[in-house]
């Protein structure tokens, strides 16, 4: 498998191209690639591709080169890679497949020299494990541990003490903070939820906040005259 290159200023050389002589660019870059043609488009391959008709437009505006048999692709051609530099890569490739890939973390570990007064992994491992296993023997079997320390007794010790605090302490005595009262609803203006979509404290024992009652008022008094 290859792969075309497309910078992320290619649309700008050819956004001029109408939609089809796009598609043509791009497909002539793609099939060149694939068929290794180092941007060559000949006249036979040419009608594998969509919008055939376009190619006068690439050449009129310098996309496209015609020459011998065909045309051959300018606009970005140089970021391709070569047939030479594929074929080259593809063997060098089935090379390293053929010696098995790039060789395991682990095998690289173990082929790598040690340093000096280093110890390898697998003695550390080792050695640690049997530390750790040494060191629970022996707080499990040391004669200084207490019956509290190694069966939990002392947590049944503890649980009994709080129960009989708790049944001889009088928590009646007490003092209880008061709960306060709930507060009174907030009334908001009806005019500013309809027309302004805002929540407005109304005044009290009124649906209208204190400007739109001056308004009311306003225009009330208007209607009097």
Known sequence: MTWTKLSDDFSDDVHTLTDAAFRLHTEGLVWSNRKLLDCFISERDITRLNNPQ????????????????GWQIIHHSVYQRSRDDVLKQQKANRANGAKGGRPKLREVWKERPARPGSKSLSN?????????????????????????????????????????????????????????????????????????????????????????LQELGDAAARNAA
């Open 124 to 212: 550390s491992q080792s050695e640690n494990k049997t530390d750790s296993l040494t060191k629970s023997q022996n707080k499990t079997d040391s004669p200084s541990d207490s019956l509290t320390e190694r069966d939990g007794s002392g947590y049944k010790e503890e649980v009994k003490n709080f129960e009989k605090q708790s049944s001889t302490t009088d928590y009646t005595s007490w003092d209880v903070a008061p709960i306060p009262n709930d507060p009174a609803p907030v009334t908001f203006c009806n005019m500013c939820k309809i027309n302004y979509h805002r929540q407005t404290p109304a005044v009290e024992g009124t649906a209208f906040c204190a400007e739109h």
């Open 54 to 69: 376009c190619v006068a437009e690439l050449v009129e505006f310098g996309v496209w080169e015609e020459t011998a048999g």
